[in-house]
């Protein structure tokens, strides 16, 4: 949301208020920092172990507290957080239009990814403008019964943000990434924190992790590990030890989306690393059995791969030992936005007010 945020405030026909429950505080405080956002509403709901029963219920109070407050004439919510449902039902209780921002994906399973999948439809139906990354997107809503009307193709603002965070000179905080040789070792990023991986799932993902560096001796793996004990306890327990297997501490946005544009590919449950890492041009394995991205497997840049540790660690050695197929990846279309989404969304906004006369122009990213 932070490029929209940046967009509304530039523009003098809009009050802007910025509300966070922080929901992953450590997480969300460094992005605040990065985007020089600062929210006008932080109700610090995040505690530790907390259910999403504890985050919803107190997202929800304090949210009323601040709608209360701000009175605005629209709430904008963005993808599939619990956060993001939850600021939807606020506004919906107290008769206020919402806008979803990368709305309308869909596995068109409500357990896969739990919860976000219902968080999203759910958020979708109680949505009045619907902010769709691309036209299958918009597809997905149509069929739902969504007025066509409502919706609005804008790429996704995700895009926008690279745009910003990515810079040749980079340096890293985080030292160790800094003496890394990323033009003759194959760095891997590895991100898993999905609740529909803990356990089993999860343990299977680690092995195939291992089996990759213990086979491919040009490849190093660099995974930021989730802070839920879920995963990290997992993950230390496979993965600790190894030498060519770095276990950091999750990365500021700045040096994740940095560390993309220089690693040799992405292996990832993620949904937003699907739309990232593809506009860099990295190959991306998802280690999930669906996606809500199909955009990006349809172009050739994303595939999807499982938690089975025998597939991971095959499909991983395609890439690494075929040029011809990781080229293929590498250089297929992004189908997920040219960095001026957030320019789209505020241009609808100002049209279905009536403030200016025309329409923005859809994106198409012409697949």
């Known amino acids: 949301m932070a490029p929209l945020v940046q967009e509304l405030k530039r523009n ?46 107190r997202a929800l109070d304090g949210l009323k507290r601040v709608l209360e407050r701000a009175r605005p004439d629209l709430v904008l ?27 309308g994906l869909r596995t068109f399973n409500k357990w896969l990814p739990f919860p976000e999948e219902m968080n999203r439809k759910l958020t979708g139906s109680l949505a009045d403008l619907h902010f769709s990354p691309t036209k299958t997107a918009r597809q997905n809503l149509m069929k739902e019964g969504v007025n066509p009307e409502s919706i609005f193709v804008t790429g996704n603002t995700v895009i926008d943000a690279l745009k910003t965070t990515v810079k040749k ?24 924190h999905r609740r529909e991986n803990f356990g089993e799932a999860l343990e299977n993902i680690c092995l195939g992790i291992r089996d990759i560096a213990e086979k491919h001796s040009d490849a190093i793996i660099i995974y930021p590990v989730h802070l839920n004990p879920a995963v990290r306890d997992v993950v230390e327990s496979v993965l600790s030890g190894h030498e060519r297997i770095l276990l950091l501490p999750p990365l500021d946005t700045d040096e994740m989306h940095n560390l993309m544009a220089r690693c040799y590919m992405v292996m990832t449950d993620s949904g937003g690393l699907q739309e990232e890492a593809p506009s860099l041009g990295k190959p991306v394995l998802v280690l ?61 906004i100002l049209h279905h007010f009536g403030l200016i006369d025309k329409k923005p122009e859809e994106f198409d990213a012409q697949i």
């Open 12 to 57: 003098e026909l809009f009050s802007c208020e910025v509300a966070i429950t922080a929901q992953h505080r450590q997480m969300l405080d460094q992005v605040l920092s990065l985007f020089d956002v600062e929210p006008d509403y932080d109700l610090d709901i995040m505690k530790e172990r907390q259910t999403l029963f504890d985050i919803t219920g």
């Open 77 to 103: 919510v963005h993808g599939d957080t619990t956060t993001t449902f939850v600021g939807a039902l606020a506004a919906f209780y107290m008769h206020i239009m919402v806008g979803h921002v990368e709305a």
């Open 169 to 192: 000179d980079f340096i890293f905080a985080t030292d160790v990434l800094n003496r890394l040789d990323y033009k003759k070792s194959k760095i891997i990023l590895v991100t898993a």
């Open 288 to 348: 999930r059995r669906e996606t809500e991205r199909p955009e990006a497997v349809k172009a050739g840049t994303v595939r999807v791969i499982g938690t089975n540790r025998r597939n991971i660690y095959e499909e991983a050695s395609i890439l690494l030992s075929k040029r011809s197929e990781y080229e293929r990846m590498a250089n297929a279309v992004n189908p997920y936005g040219d960095g001026r989404a957030s320019q789209r969304i505020a241009g609808f």
